[in-house]
């Protein structure tokens, strides 16, 4: 008994400086915020592909477009809540320059998992009819890009 609590106390003893050097560290969070703007970065990289076949800046390529598609539909329906966590907001201590996420994520939670939502029943119906010819990916194209920009109007803090 009186081991255990020992036990204890050492390790509250070891664990209390280092969570304390973490919190004073303005770069808290830097995995979390890391993984999820590299996450945005998959969902960029393939709809500018697609982007760029719509504008005609690019030819049309339907076995490109079909996998650039179905990239983002994956992406879409990948689990990220762990990328997410509470406290990782752009107003927060240290994080201004480090994230453009906004508090409102977790205040009006769970409105960004309905915007997530929308995106994804965009990419199905994108994902179906990509590889089909211009016209279906353009046709599709609005919608996509107004199920990221439906959400970073609310949640991601505009830079410009
Ligand atoms: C459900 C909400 C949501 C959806 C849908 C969404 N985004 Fe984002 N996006 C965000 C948030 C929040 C950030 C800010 C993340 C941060 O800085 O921590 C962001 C950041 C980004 C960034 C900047 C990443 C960086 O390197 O800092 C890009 C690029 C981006 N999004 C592209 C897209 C594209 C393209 C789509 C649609 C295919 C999309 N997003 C859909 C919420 C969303």
Known sequence: MKKSFIAAVVALAVAAP?????????????????????????????????????????????????????????????????MWPMGSHTEAAGLADVTAAKEAIWSTYPDIADKGKDLTEALTAMAAVAGDGLESLRSNMGAVGNGCKGCHESYRLSRD
Do not use: H, P, T, W
Not at 23 to 42: L, N, T, W, Y
Not at 56 to 82: I, P, R
């Open 18 to 82: 280092a969570y304390f050097a973490f919190a004073a560290d303005d770069f808290a969070f830097k995995s979390q915020i890391e993984g999820r703007q590299a996450f945005m970065q998959v969902y960029r990289f393939n709809l500018s592909i697609l982007g760029g076949m719509a504008k005609g800046d690019v030819e049309y390529d339907a076995d490109l477009a079909a996998a650039s598609a179905n990239n983002l539909l994956a992406a879409s329906k990948m689990s990220n809540g762990a």
